[in-house]
């Protein structure tokens, strides 16, 4: 996908990154290790949650900048505000968890985004 593309849809749909679970840790929060699109890391408390993620499960990483009506979609869907973009790393809180996204997104720091997991 060309840059063009790429800006095209983050202004009208936003961004989604096709992945693959690489690893999911038993600590609390879990941490998820994601590859594919980009690679990601994500904190999320499974079983807080009720949600089951293991490794090898194929998931669409969406971050949006308005939010999503059609949330049944998704299996988490949350906002978080951007706090890094700097030396290839897009580094996201939400609620205190961390997602990290190693790749710099055109985000601005301190912009609120909305984060779905399909």
Do not use: C
């Amino acid at each position: 996908m060309t840059s063009s593309k790429f800006l095209y849809r983050l202004k009208t749909r936003g961004m989604e990154f096709s992945l693959k679970v690489d690893d999911v840790t038993s600590d609390n929060p879990n941490i998820i290790t994601l590859k594919g699109d980009v690679d990601v890391v994500l904190e999320l408390p499974l079983d807080r949650l009720g949600i089951s993620i293991s490794k090898g499960d194929e998931i669409k990483l969406v971050i949006h900048k308005e939010k999503d009506q059609d949330l049944h979609k998704y299996k988490v869907y949350a906002w978080g505000v951007v706090y890094y973009v700097e030396e290839g790393i897009t580094r996201i809180s939400i609620g205190g968890l961390q997602l990290d996204i190693k790749k710099e997104l055109p985000v601005k720091i301190g912009e609120k985004v909305y984060v779905g997991l399909i």
